[in-house]
């Protein structure tokens, strides 16, 4: 399968401070990937650059066929992005948001109704249609936001920590949405703090002071490090 994300020694520095430590991987198209690190390992740093927000110091990338270097606005055109702290806008409704991004990816007014109309029958969500997204309980509203950050059918979707703050069950749920995602062909990167959630991915990516120091599927990097779980395998990574 095509890769969505190649990356080739790529690299930031913010003057003699390095974020990213000129990292190398690729991801498939359709592929759930997990990109694991402590907090300062350089994964925000490596997300802007893959997002087109942050013009890299050196090395090379391409995100859904676009060079970062020479290509942000196209990126931001072919990818979808959610994060733990904001997605939606708490003071419009349900449809308002959808129209709003929708309108924000340059869909048709018919368009937008036609993938808004499916998203509610998707979520069983049309009695909601027209509440404020600040009156939806916390679950609904990650899901929705998934939902709405993949409206316009993007090439990839960027989740940075998508399921923080919510129950077992609603993180359950949220990973089945994923999964159907991947398996309609968009190329899932995630950030999370949950181990547990890490077993999930295709393959994994762990950033320690902005380098990859490991990258393979969850079973093959638990073999590696003779260790039972996610949890484990990252802390014996991250201690060194």
Known sequence: MMNVIETHELHKAFGSFTAVDRI????????????????????????????????????????????????????????????????????????????????????????????????????????????????????????????TAIFHHPTIVFLDEPTGGVDPLTRRQFWTLIYEAAHEGITVFVTTHYMDEAEYCDRLSIMVDGRIVAIDPPETLKKRYHADSMNEVFLRVVNG
């Open 24 to 147: 190398s991987f690729a991801v498939a198209q359709g592929e759930i990937f997990g990109f694991l690190g402590a907090n300062g390992a350089g994964k925000t740093t490596a997300i802007r650059m893959l997002c087109g927000l942050l013009k890299p110091t050196s090395g090379a990338a391409t995100v859904a066929g676009c060079n970062v270097f020479t290509q942000p606005e196209q990126i931001k055109r072919r990818i979808g992005y959610m994060s733990q702290r904001f997605s939606l806008y708490e003071d419009l409704t349900v449809a308002e948001n959808m129209a709003f991004y929708g309108g924000i990816y340059g869909l048709r007014r018919r368009e937008v109704r036609r993938r808004a109309d499916e998203l509610c029958r998707r979520l069983d969500f049309g009695h909601a249609r027209h509440t404020l997204i600040r009156d939806i309980p916390p679950g609904w509203r990650q899901k929705l936001a998934f939902l």
